[in-house]
Nanobody, 117 residues
Framework: QVQLVESGGGLVQPGGSLRLSCAAS????????MSWYRQAPGKERELVAT????????NYADSVKGRFTISRDNARNTVYLQMNSLKPEDTAVYYC??????????WGQGIQVTVSS
């Protein structure tokens, strides 16, 4: 079965940290572009971070730049999102996505991140 499964979410206080993991099964994404998205209640889904297949270049939304870090371990078929200095506005469901042009486009089921005192 082809799927992505996110883990590592939960409740954290403002200023705290969480590390999200996204593990692939049924396929390998070493040649794909990996991304994290998030969607808060009543808001559109937004792109948070991307890491490319060639060279491992990264891009971040302005709202998370300097606080979040995306990384990938192709040997373990896993992508990570390290989230530091979390703010209440970071509260959302976070989704992992693996995409390769004309080959595959796979989404995870999403995982809740709540930043609150």
């Amino acid at each position: 079965q082809v799927q992505l499964v996110e883990s590592g979410g939960g409740l954290v206080q403002p200023g705290g940290s969480l590390r999200l993991s996204c593990a692939a099964s049924g396929f390998t994404f070493s040649n794909g572009v990996m991304s994290w998205y998030r969607q808060a209640p009543g808001k559109e889904r937004e792109l948070v971070a991307t890491i490319t297949n060639i060279g491992g270049d990264t891009n971040y939304a302005d709202s998370v730049k300097g606080r979040f870090t995306i990384s990938r371990d192709n040997a373990r078929n896993t992508v990570y999102l390290q989230m530091n200095s979390l703010k209440p506005e970071d509260t959302a469901v976070y989704y992992c996505r693996a995409r390769r042009l004309l080959t595959y486009d796979v989404w995870g089921q999403g995982i809740q991140v709540t930043v609150s005192s």
